[in-house]
Every structure is written in C-alpha cells, then in structure tokens.
C-alpha cells in the first residue's frame, strides 16, 4: 500500500529566509506527486505536482519541488518565505489507478516577522 | 468559473442523528472524491464517482457512511447514526477526469456531540 511521511509536524522559519518541506513516499511504481497548501478554514490549493519527465518541478507562488525516485522523496522548496506562506502544507501520492490521493500528515508552517 | 462549494460549512449533529453532506463540483467535472480529515491530521480517502458511478469506497469506515451521486453532478455524503468519532472536516474534489488535478472544496466540519 502506499503512504507518505511528512517528518517535520512544525517548522517556524524567518521572514525572508529559505524553506525545505520534507516528503518521503512509499510506492511500488512510479508515483503521481503534488504539494497541497491549506488555509485555516480553506479548502486545499495545488501547489505543484510531478507526473514525470524533468525531476525539478516549479509551482504557483514561488515554489518548486525536486523528485527524488533514490531517496523516495519529493521536498519542498522556496528560496525566500513571505509572511503569507504560512499554512499547512500537505504532499500526497496518487495511485497507479489515478483516482485516490494518499496524504501525508502535513507540516505546519509559521513565519516569524 | 465557480469552484467546488459544500454545504453546509458547518454542522453540530447529537449523537445518533442522521446528517447529509452536499458537495457540488466544477461544472463538467467528471471525477468526485470525498476525504475526511480529522483535527491535525491529513485527508484520508472515502470514496470516488466517475459520473454517477461509485467506483471506489474502500475508505469509507463503516456501514453508517453512505454516498451518491444520481445524476453524476451533485453529490451526497450522508452518515447515519452519527458517532463522536465521526467529528471531522469532510473534503469534496472534483477533476476532470483521471490523472487530472483535483480541485477542492472548503469542507464541511462536523462536529458531533
């Protein structure tokens, strides 16, 4: 069955400094990827997703992501955080069959003025 | 282009009530899924219809949850008997078809006393 890690429960990042979301899935074949951000009282927004061909994939609001088929992962990543950025942020798998999503269990993100 | 809209956004059921849950998707959206997520925690699959076919509810978690969708438009997540465990927020997603992004709704909370 598939699944996915999301290891950090919490991260609280600077204004303006770096941002590395970590996502490690577990699949047999190859995987559908996405980022999902959610909003308190939002529903889901697709940030980026990986269907195949180029490994580094970029997103809406700055975002880009790096798929990594030896390390089983597929991390976040945003070069400088806004205040704006903080939020839940969800990665899910989808199966071969193309229907179901698989979450992880989300990483909260704060920013600090 | 209206997106994905539930109702009701809120629902404080007693234990034992019956309660229903509408989701209207994307117009021409052929795919709809439900997810349940509970407090801190990630989406978790319920169920799928491709048009009005229910192709898929392995996730659903007992036989007090109940979906449809007669017309392959507009769908109903209905729970019967409802227990506390049952609190969370329920996530509708429509896509145009499989493979295809699925755009979210803003969710129902229920909450159940």
């Known amino acids: 069955a598939q699944s996915v890690t999301q290891p950090d429960i919490h991260i609280t990042v600077s204004e303006g400094a770096s941002l590395e979301l970590r996502c490690n899935y577990s699949?047999?074949?190859?995987?559908?990827l996405f980022w999902y951000v959610q909003s308190p009282g939002q529903g889901l927004q697709l940030l980026l997703k990986y269907f195949s061909g180029d490994t580094l994939v970029q997103g809406i609001k700055g975002f880009e992501a790096e798929f990594k088929r030896s390390q089983s992962s597929f991390n976040l990543r945003k070069p400088s955080v806004h205040w704006s950025d903080a939020a839940e942020y969800f990665c899910a798998v989808n199966n071969n069959a193309g229907n179901m999503l698989t979450f992880g269990g989300g990483t909260r993100l704060m920013v600090k003025p | 282009g209206a997106g994905v809209s539930q109702s009701p956004r809120y629902k404080v059921a007693k234990r034992g009530q019956d309660v229903a849950l509408r989701c209207d998707p994307i117009s021409g959206h052929v795919s709809l899924f439900w997810y349940q997520q509970a407090l801190g925690q990630g989406p978790e699959f319920l169920t799928y219809?491709?048009?009005?076919?229910?192709?898929?509810k392995s996730g659903l978690p007992s036989d007090r949850f109940f979906a449809e969708r007669p017309e392959g438009s507009v769908s109903t997540l209905k729970i019967q008997r409802t227990q506390q465990e049952d609190s969370a927020v329920y996530l509708c997603?429509?896509?145009?078809?499989?493979?295809?992004?699925?755009?979210f709704g803003p969710g129902t909370r229920l909450t159940v006393l």
């Open positions: 997603a429509s896509s145009a078809s499989m493979h295809n992004e699925q755009f």
């Open positions: 699949y047999g074949a190859t995987p559908y």
């Open positions: 219809f491709q048009n009005e076919a229910q192709l898929d």
